[in-house]
C-alpha cells in the first residue's frame, strides 16, 4: 500500500509572538518543530504500513529548514521524504499550499491513500487536508479518530462530529486527516534517528511541478486570500456582584435586574 | 496566651498588623488551613500547633520588625515557602507565627553576569519563566515548581538535572537574611569567587529555616543550550540499568539528569495524570537528559552512551526530541511521587556514592523480601539518590514503617552514604540524625544555633534532636 502523509514545520506555538502590525507570526520568536497532529498522521500511516506493507512517502513544503521534520518522519518510521521547496511556493494560502501538493503526489505516481493531521496549530483552518483532496479527485474523510479496517480497495474510518460520530466506508485511493485521538505517535529509536540523518531527501522546485501543474496556481500568486486586518477579540468577563439585605429585598433586586437586562419578562 | 510569651496574644496581633497591615496578618484557622502542613505523607507528618498567627510582609523591613516583635516576646516563627517539603520541616509545630513571604516574588535578571536576584517568595516556576525569557537558564530541576526560591535554599533542594552542575547550593552567589534577632545581613553578592571570611551564606543554605529568614537570593544562571534530547532506556534487569550509570559517566559524557524509574510506577504516574508513557517495555528504565550547543554534537554523544547502554543488555533506545515529548516525559516522571502519594506511608532519599547504588538496590530488595512487601522505588541514578517508598497497605504500624526504614537507612551508612541527600532532616528525621553525625558534629551545629538565635524561636525543634 502506497500510504502519502502531508507534513508541515511549525514554530513552537507556546513561544512564538504574533507580529500584530504585520498580521502574521513572527518565526523567528520561536524553534520549529513538527505539526503535532502531522505525528498522529504519521503514525497511523506507519501502523498501516506494519498490518498490510507498503511503503510511507512524507512530504512536506516549506523553505529549507523544513527538512528537519522530515528528517523527524523519517526517524519515525517515514520510508522516504521528499521536500517541496522554492522562493515560488512562498507566500501561499491554504488552496495554493494545497494545490502545490497535490501536484506532488500526482508527480510521485500511484498513491492508495493520503494521512494528514486534522489541522496545523500555526495556521488552524483544516482545510489543506480536504482541498488537496479536491484536487486529487478523491474522497476524503476529516477529523477521523479512528481506523476500523483497511482492506482492498476500501477503508472504513470514524470521524468525529460535534456530538455524534460518522463511521464511513471510502473507496481508495482517499484522503483522511487525523485528529490526536486516533494514536500515541511513537518516540523514534536512537538508531533510526541516526540512520535518518544520513538519509537523503530530495528537493523538488517549481521547475519540477511545473511539468504537472499550472505555475500560475503556485505561491502568492495562486492566493486569492488576503488577510485585511488581524485583531485579538476582546473577551466577555462574568461580572461579579454582591447583593446584600433579607432574602425579600435580595430576591426583588435579582428579578429587578433579571428585567433589565430581558432576561424575564 | 502564646507559649513563653507573657502577653496575651491578642496584643501581638496587633503590633503584628502595625508592621504589614491588618490585611496580611491571619488569625482565622480556616483561612490558614495550606499553610499548616507540608508535601509529608499523611500519616506521618507532624500535627500543627493550635493557636497561630500568618503574617504575610512585603518586604524585608517587615520580616525584620516581625522578628524583634516575635524575639521580645519570645514566639516562635515558622518561615514558610511553597510547603512541598517532604519531612514537616515548614510545619507549625508549636503555637507561634506563620512567616509566608510569598508576597515578595519580585526576579530581576542580570542578563551581563548570568544571575538573577529573586525574592525569597517567588517560586521554582516563575524563575524557570523569568531566565527564559532572558535567553538563560536555569538547569537544576529540584522539585515542584510551586516551591519559592526562600524554601529552596533553605533546604539546599536537589531533583533531577543535578549530574552536571549540581544542587541548589551550587547556584547561590549570594543572600540577603533577617535575624531571628532582627539583624539584616547581606552575604556574597553577584560574584563567582569570594574569599572573605567564614562562608557563613553557605551555612545558611541548608539550614532548613532554623538560623534566619532568607529574603532575597542571587542565584547564577546559564545560556540556553541550544538543543536538548531526553532519553528513555528500557532493561529487562534492574541491576543493568543501574550499572550503566557509573560507566555513561565514566565514558565522558555528562547528562543533565540521569533518572532511573521502574516501569510499574511511572505506568501509574502516567495513569495518574491521563498521560502516556512512551515506552512500555523493560522492567526498568534510563531517562537520560543532554544538552549542548547543537543537534551534531548531541546526537554524538547519544552514540556514546548507547554503546554503554548496549553493553549492559539495554533493550531499546528511543528518544524524545520535541519540547511538548520532551516535557510530557518530565512531567510524568514528576507525578510518580503525587501518583503513589495517597497510598504512602513514607518516602526516603537515601543517597550512597554514584557507584554503589546498585549494591543499595539489592539491600533495598532484600529489605523487602524479609518483610515480604513491595517497595517502590525510582531516583536520581546519576547522583547515587534513591528514593525508596513504604507504602501504608504494607505495614501494620508507624512502628513497623521505622524499622523498615532504618533498616534502608543501615544499608546506605554501610555503603558510605546518608540517610538524606536531598530532602533534609526537618522534622522527621531528627531522630535518626545521629545515625550519620557524631555527637560533637551535633553539639557544634547547637553551638551554632544558639549564636544565630539565642532564645530559640525561629523554626524550634527541627533539624536538631
Known sequence: ?265 | MMKNSGIPSSLIVENLKGVVGDKWVITEREFMENYLKDETPDPIRPKPAEDLILVKPSSTEEVSRILKIANENRIPVFPVGGRTGLVGGAVPTEPGIILSLERMSRIEVDEENLMAVAEAGATLGDLIKAAESAGLFFPPHPGDEGAQIGGLIATNAGGARAIKYGVMRNYVRGLEIVLPTGEILSLGGKLLKNNTGYDLMQLIIGSEGTLCVITKAVIRLFPKSKYMVTLIVPFNERSDALRTVPQILRSGIIPLAIEYVQLREILEAAGHINENWPVQKGLAQLIIILEGSSQEEILSACEGISKVCEANNAIDILLAETPEEQNRILKIRSNIYTALKPRMMDILDVTVPPSSLEKLMEQVDMIASKYGIYLPTYGHAGDGNLHVHIMRKDVESIDMAKKIKEEIYGAALKLGGVITGEHGIGKLRTENISLVLSEKHIDIMRSIKRIFDPNNILNPNKVLP
Not at chain 1, 495554493?96 to 498513491?111: C, D, N, V
Open chain 1, 1 to 265: 500500500m502506497n500510504i502519502i502523509v502531508l507534513i508541515k514545520q511549525v514554530p513552537e506555538i507556546e513561544k512564538v509572538r504574533f507580529d500584530y502590525e504585520k498580521g502574521r507570526l513572527d518565526r523567528s520568536s520561536a524553534g520549529a518543530v513538527t505539526n503535532p497532529f502531522d505525528l498522529n498522521a504519521l503514525e497511523a500511516a506507519v501502523q498501516i504500513r506494519e498490518r498490510v506493507g507498503g511503503v510511507v512517502t512524507a512530504i512536506s513544503m516549506g523553505p529549507m529548514q523544513a527538512i528537519e521534520s522530515l528528517r523527524d518522519a523519517l526517524a519515525r518510521g517515514a520510508d522516504r521524504a521528499i521536500l517541496l521547496s522554492d522562493e515560488r511556493f512562498a507566500g501561499a494560502d491554504t488552496l495554493a499550499t494545497a494545490y502545490t501538493l497535490a501536484a506532488a503526489i500526482k508527480r510521485l505516481g500511484k498513491f492508495d491513500l493520503v494521512i494528514c493531521g486534522e489541522k496545523t496549530v500555526d495556521g488552524d483552518t483544516a482545510q489543506v487536508g480536504p482541498e488537496v483532496a479536491e484536487f486529487l479527485g478523491i474522497p476524503h474523510a476529516a477529523y477521523v479518530e479512528e481506523i476500523l479496517d483497511v482492506e482492498k480497495g476500501w477503508i472504513i474510518v470514524r470521524a468525529r462530529m460535534e456530538r455524534s460520530y460518522y463511521l464511513m466506508r471510502l473507496r481508495l485511493p482517499a484522503l483522511i486527516t487525523v485528529t490526536k485521538d486516533i494514536n500515541n505517535p511513537r518516540l523514534p529509536s536512537l538508531k533510526d534517528k541516526l540512520r535518518a540523518m544520513r538519509m537523503p531527501i530530495p528537493v523538488w522546485n517549481y521547475t519540477d511541478l511545473s511539468e504537472i501543474a499550472d505555475p500560475k496556481y503556485f505561491g502568492l500568486n495562486g492566493s486569492p486570500t488576503r488577510v485585511i486586518k488581524v485583531y485579538t477579540p476582546i473577551s466577555e468577563k462574568r461580572k461579579g456582584q454582591m447583593i446584600s439585605g433579607s432574602p425579600k429585598e435580595v430576591s426583588q433586586r435579582i428579578l429587578q435586574i433579571l428585567r433589565e437586562n430581558k432576561i424575564l419578562a
